[in-house]
C-alpha cells in the first residue's frame, strides 16, 4: 500500500483548478488553493477547501513566483504540488525546488522536462532512440553562412523554429530562398523576446499536416501505457481550437504503431507521470516526432471520456508511488469524444480578447455524455492578466456523428452572456461537411474563416423581433417617453417593462 | 387588454435598415412583419432581460438590454447590438469617418510588433500594430482609409487600458 498524499497544493488557477480540486476531494484530500488579488472570487477558490493569498495579478508576483507557492506549501504544510499546465507546469527549476524542500511535484522529474524542453536537444535524443523526427536539422544554426547551406540540404518549403520555442512563437515558413535570410532575422528576434534565447534550426515543412498526439502514462516501476490519440488539427494560429479522439484520419496500424513509438519516447527520457507526444502526420500517414508536452494537457478530458480514466487521480497515484493497475491490453477506447474550448474572445473581431463580467451564464448541465469543465459563473468578472479559456465543453458519443449532434445540442443551450465569446464560431465548424466527414487538417480554419459566413440569419430576425417587441411593450402602455436628459431610474424602467411584459 | 395594437418601427443593425409592423391580432398573439415576411410571435417574460420568444412555434431563448441608443440581444451564443437612431444620424457618422480617429488600447497589454509606420496609407481594416493582451497576439486594425498620423507607442513598449495606439485620418 502506498501512502496517500492527505492535502495537495494546486499551483494554478482557473478551469484546471477547478479539475485537480474536484478529483483531490473524490480521492479525500484536501485541496489547497492559491490565488491572485485579482482572483479572489475565483470559483477554484470557492470550491477549494483551503486557499492562500499569492500577491498581486501579474503572474510573476503570484502564479509565477516560486518562493510564495513553497511558502504557502509550507504554510498549508502540503505534502505534494499539483502545477496544471502553464504557469509553473514544465518550469523544472520548480520541480528541483519541490525536490529540494522535501514537497513531490505531481508530474515528471526535473531530467525529462529538461531534454523536451530544448527541441534540437530532444531531436537529438530520439534520433538515437530511433524514434521518426521531421527532416531538418538537429543543431542550432551557428551563422547566416550555415543557415544558407542547411536550408539547401533540407530544401524547400522549410520552417525555422525556435529551439526553445512552442506555441508558433519564433517560427517562419520559408517557401523559397529569396525569404530564408529576413525570414532567419525576424525568427531569431521573435525567439529572443519570448525565450530569452535566439537559436533557431530548421526543419522540413510537411504539407497539409495533422497534429495528432498520444497521451501516455507511466509509473516508477517501468510501466508505461499509451491512452490513444487526439486530433488536435483543427487550430487558429497555432492554437488548438477543437479536439476530438479518435483521429477520424488515422488507421488502426498508424494508430497502434504511433501507440508504441509515443511508449518508446517516455522510456527514451526515463518519463514518469502523465506526458503527452505530439506528432505531426503527413498526408501518407507517415508521421513524425514533434515535441513531448510534459504536463497534463488542456485536452486531456477528452481521452478521459473514451477511456474512463481518470487522468488527474492517476498523475496524483502515481506520484504518491503507486504502480498502474492497468496494462496496455487493458486500455479500450470505447465511443468517440469531442472538446470546444470557449473562450473570451469575440470571433467576429479577429478573436480580440474580451474581459469582463459574465452577466448571464446557463451551462448545458443534463443528458447524457455532456460535461463542461469551467472555471467561471454568473457575476463572475473575467480578468485581463491571465488566459482567456472559459470553459471546455466536452461530449462522448457511441458514434462520431453522435458525439458531434450531441455537441451542438449542448452548444445551443450554453449561455454566457455579458462579454463575447468563441460560443458561436464552433457551430460553423462542427456543420461544416468536410468537418463532418472528417476530412481536414491544420489549414481547416484559415481556410474556414475566407468563407463567408452563413448563419445567423435566423437569429438575425429573432434579435429584431425581440427588440421590436421590447419597443412595442414600451409604447402600448404608453409610459415612455423618448430618453429625455433626465432619464428615470434603471430599476423603476425595468420594473415598468417587465410588468408589461408580463401583461403582454 | 386591447387588441388591434399596430405599431411601425425602424432599426439599425450592421448599418442596415429594418422595418417592422407589429400588429396584436389577440392576447400575446402578435403579427410581426419584417420585410416581406410574416411570423406569428408570443412572449413570455423569464426574467428583467430574458425573453422567452415563440416565432412560428419556434422557440428563442433571448437575453435583452435596453440602452438609450437602443437594444443588445443575445440569441443563441450570438450577439447583436440594434440601434434606433435616424438615418440623418447614420449620414451624420458616415460624414465624420473621414475625420481623425485615436485608437486607444481596451486593455494593458505589450506592443509585439509595429506594421506601419507614421505617414503610411492605411486601409479599412488592415492591421497596424499587434498587441499582446491576455496572453494572445492581437492585430489592431485600423477602422477606416487614410493616413497614419500618429503611433503612440514603439514595438516591445507595455501601454495601459486607455492609451494612446495610434491616429488614423
Known amino acids: 500500500m502506498t501512502k496517500m498524499f492527505k492535502k495537495i497544493l494546486i499551483a494554478n488557477r482557473g478551469e484546471i483548478a477547478v479539475r485537480v480540486i474536484r478529483t483531490c476531494r473524490e480521492m479525500g484530500i484536501t485541496p489547497v488553493a492559491v490565488y491572485s488579488e485579482v482572483d479572489r472570487k475565483a470559483l477554484h477558490v470557492r470550491l477549494a477547501e483551503e486557499a492562500y493569498i499569492l500577491g498581486p495579478a501579474k503572474p510573476y508576483q503570484s502564479y509565477l513566483n516560486l518562493d510564495k507557492i513553497i511558502e504557502v506549501a509550507k504554510r498549508a504544510k502540503v505534502s505534494a504540488i499539483h502545477p496544471g499546465y502553464g504557469f509553473l507546469a514544465e518550469n523544472s527549476d520548480f520541480v528541483k525546488r519541490c525536490e529540494k524542500e522535501g514537497f513531490v511535484f505531481i508530474g515528471p522529474p526535473s531530467e525529462p522536462m529538461e531534454i523536451m524542453g530544448n527541441k534540437t536537444y530532444s531531436r537529438q535524443k530520439m534520433v538515437k532512440a530511433k524514434v521518426p523526427i521531421i527532416p531538418g536539422t538537429l543543431e542550432p544554426l551557428k551563422d547566416e553562412k550555415d543557415l544558407g547551406q542547411k536550408a539547401q540540404k533540407v530544401g524547400y518549403p522549410l520552417l525555422l523554429k525556435a529551439s526553445a520555442g512552442g506555441g508558433g512563437k519564433g517560427m517562419r515558413l520559408v517557401k523559397e530562398k529569396e525569404e530564408l535570410l529576413s525570414s532567419f532575422r525576424m525568427a531569431q528576434s521573435e525567439a529572443q523576446s519570448s525565450f530569452g534565447d535566439p537559436s533557431i534550426y530548421i526543419e522540413k515543412y510537411i504539407e497539409e499536416p495533422h497534429h495528432i498526439e498520444i497521451q501516455i502514462l507511466a509509473d516508477n516501476f517501468g510501466n508505461i501505457v499509451s491512452l490513444g490519440e487526439r486530433e488536435c488539427s483543427i487550430q487558429r494560429r497555432y492554437q488548438k481550437v477543437l479536439e476530438e479522439t479518435p483521429s477520424p484520419f488515422l488507421d488502426e496500424g498508424t494508430r497502434r504503431e504511433m501507440g508504441q513509438i509515443a511508449v518508446k519516447v517516455a522510456a527514451a527520457v526515463k518519463y514518469r507521470n502523465a506526458g503527452t507526444v505530439e506528432f505531426v502526420v503527413d498526408r501518407e500517414k507517415k508521421f513524425y516526432f514533434l515535441e513531448m508536452n510534459t504536463r497534463l494537457q488542456v485536452e486531456h478530458p477528452i481521452t478521459e471520456m473514451v477511456t474512463g480514466i481518470d487522468l488527474v487521480k492517476w498523475q496524483i497515484e502515481i506520484a504518491a508511488g503507486s504502480s498502474l493497475s492497468f496494462s496496455q491490453e487493458d486500455i479500450k477506447p470505447k465511443g468517440f469524444s469531442l472538446e470546444c474550448r470557449i473562450y473570451a474572445e469575440d470571433p467576429d473581431n479577429n478573436f480580440m480578447p474580451s474581459p469582463g463580467r459574465i452577466v448571464h451564464l446557463r451551462s448545458p448541465g443534463g443528458g447524457l455524455g455532456v460535461r463542461d469543465d469551467n472555471g467561471v459563473y454568473e457575476g463572475y468578472e473575467v480578468p485581463l492578466e491571465y488566459d482567456p479559456l472559459l470553459s471546455k465543453l466536452i461530449t462522448w458519443g457511441m458514434t462520431r456523428p453522435e458525439a458531434i449532434h450531441r455537441m451542438l445540442r449542448a452548444l445551443s443551450e450554453y449561455q454566457i452572456y455579458g462579454i463575447k465569446t468563441t460560443l458561436p464560431f464552433f457551430k460553423r465548424i462542427l456543420v461544416h461537411p468536410r468537418f463532418f466527414k472528417g476530412n481536414y487538417n491544420t489549414h481547416f480554419i484559415s481556410e474556414l474563416e475566407k468563407e463567408e459566413d452563413g448563419g445567423g440569419d435566423e437569429e438575425k430576425v429573432a434579435a429584431l423581433i425581440a427588440a421590436g417587441i421590447r419597443d412595442y411593450a414600451e409604447s402600448k402602455a404608453g409610459t415612455f417617453s423618448p430618453p429625455s436628459k433626465q432619464r428615470e431610474s434603471n430599476w423603476k424602467f425595468q420594473g415598468r417593462l417587465r410588468n408589461l411584459a408580463n401583461r403582454l | ?169
Open chain 2, 1 to 169: 387588454m386591447p387588441t388591434g395594437f399596430k405599431m411601425n418601427i425602424s432599426f439599425w443593425l450592421d448599418k442596415e435598415e429594418f422595418r417592422l409592423n407589429l400588429e396584436e391580432e389577440r392576447e400575446n398573439n402578435i403579427q410581426v412583419t419584417l420585410g416581406s415576411k410574416k411570423y406569428l410571435v408570443s412572449v413570455e417574460s423569464l426574467s428583467t432581460n430574458e425573453l422567452l420568444l415563440n416565432i412560428d412555434g419556434k422557440i428563442y431563448d433571448i437575453i435583452i438590454d435596453c440602452n438609450s441608443s437602443g437594444f443588445s440581444v443575445y440569441v443563441n451564443g450570438r450577439f447583436f447590438k440594434i440601434e434606433k437612431k435616424s438615418a440623418s444620424q447614420i449620414l451624420g457618422t458616415q460624414k465624420t469617418k473621414h475625420k481623425k480617429r485615436d485608437i486607444k488600447s481596451s486593455m494593458p497589454g505589450r506592443i509585439v510588433e509595429i506594421l506601419l509606420q507614421e505617414g503610411d496609407e492605411v486601409k479599412e481594416g488592415q492591421a497596424v500594430l499587434v498587441l499582446q493582451a491576455m496572453k494572445m497576439e492581437n492585430e489592431i486594425k485600423s477602422p477606416q482609409s487614410g493616413v497614419i498620423k500618429k503611433i503612440g507607442p514603439k514595438a516591445g513598449e507595455h501601454v495601459e487600458s486607455g492609451s494612446l495606439l495610434f491616429s488614423v485620418e
